[in-house]
C-alpha cells in the first residue's frame, strides 16, 4: 500500500488566517460552473478543502475501517472515466436560485466533466450524484400483465415485463446557510447545534465560518425516474411522485419482508 502522505501529529480542526478565506470558495447558485466552484471534500489533502465533511456520508465510517486494516490505500483516487450521466439531467432554473437548492449539488453529476480541468491538474473533485439506467421487477407487473390490466408500450414496461427506469442516486451536500433558512435559524445557530449534536464531529463547523458547504454523515437518496427524464422540468408534462422516506421493514429490521415493494408499488 502506498503510504500516507501524512505526519504523525494530528491537527483536531483548521483555522483560517486572519483576513483569509477557502482557497476556492464557492458561490452557491452560480450560473457557471467555474464561477460556483468544485465541492472539494478530499482527505488527503487537507489544503484544498473548501467544504465540512467527507464524501460517502456514513460510509466514510466503513471506509475507514478498510484504511485502517490495509485493505484500501488511502491516497486511492477513483476513476472517473466513462462515468457521465446515462441521461441528460439539467440545467433547470432552479440551479441557479441558491434558495431553491440546498441539500444537493445540483453539478454533483456533472462534476468530472465541468470540472474536468481541475481534475486533470490533481484536484481531488468527486462526483455526489450518479445517473443509470437499470431495469427493475415488479412481481405484480407481471400479475397485471398476465390478468391484461396492463399492455407493453416497449418504452416504459417492456414485454418482458421489466421496467425501464433511470436511478439517480444523491449524495448530500448541505449548503448551511439555505439550510438555516429553511428552519427559520441563524447559520451560527446552526453550526454550533450541528457541532454539539455530533459530539464534536465537525469543529470546522464552528472554526471555518468561510466554508460554507457540508457534506454531512447521513445516507443519501435515490430517485426512481419511469419515462424520459428530460420531462422532469417541462411543465407541459405532469408528473407523479411517490416519496419513501425510508426502509423500516427489512431482515434488519427482523421483519419477514421488504415494505418498500408495495410502499412503491401501491402507496
Known amino acids: 500500500m502506498t503510504k500516507p502522505n501524512k505526519s504523525g501529529h494530528i491537527r483536531l480542526t483548521s483555522h483560517p488566517e486572519p483576513g483569509a478565506a477557502a482557497r476556492r470558495p464557492i458561490v452557491w ?6 464561477e ?3 465541492i472539494v471534500a478530499t482527505v488527503t489533502r487537507p489544503g484544498d478543502r473548501n467544504a465540512i465533511g467527507a464524501h460517502g456520508g456514513a460510509y466514510g465510517v466503513y471506509r475507514a475501517l478498510a484504511v485502517t486494516s490495509g485493505a484500501m490505500n488511502p491516497l486511492a483516487r477513483p476513476d472517473l472515466a466513462n462515468t457521465h450521466p446515462a441521461a441528460a439531467i439539467g440545467p433547470h432554473r432552479q440551479w441557479f436560485d441558491p434558495a431553491r437548492i440546498v441539500s444537493l449539488d445540483p453539478f454533483g453529476h456533472v462534476a468530472q466533466e465541468v470540472f474536468a480541468k481541475e481534475i486533470a491538474e490533481g484536484l481531488d473533485i468527486r462526483p455526489t450524484i450518479a445517473v443509470t ?3 427493475i421487477t415488479l412481481p405484480e407487473i ?3 400483465m398476465r390478468a391484461r390490466r396492463l399492455e407493453a408500450d416497449g418504452d416504459v414496461l417492456k414485454a418482458t415485463g421489466d421496467v425501464a427506469v433511470v436511478k439517480i442516486a444523491i449524495e448530500p451536500v448541505w449548503h448551511l446557510p439555505g439550510v438555516a433558512a429553511r428552519f427559520g435559524v ?3 445557530a446552526l453550526r454550533r447545534t450541528l457541532f454539539e449534536q455530533t459530539g464534536g464531529m465537525y469543529p470546522e463547523l464552528v472554526t471555518r465560518p468561510d466554508m460554507h458547504v457540508f457534506l454531512p454523515p447521513i445516507g443519501g437518496a435515490t430517485a426512481y425516474v419511469f419515462g424520459d427524464p428530460a420531462r422532469l422540468g417541462d411543465r407541459r408534462f ?3 411522485c411517490r416519496v419513501h422516506d425510508e426502509c423500516n421493514g427489512s431482515d434488519v429490521f427482523g421483519s419477514d419482508i421488504c415494505t418498500c415493494r408495495p410502499y412503491l408499488a401501491h402507496g
Open 29 to 34: 447558485g452560480a450560473r457557471d460552473p467555474a
Open 133 to 135: 439506467r437499470a431495469r
Open 238 to 240: 405532469k408528473l407523479a
Open 36 to 38: 460556483r466552484g468544485p
Open 142 to 144: 407481471a400479475d397485471a
Open 186 to 188: 441563524e447559520e451560527t
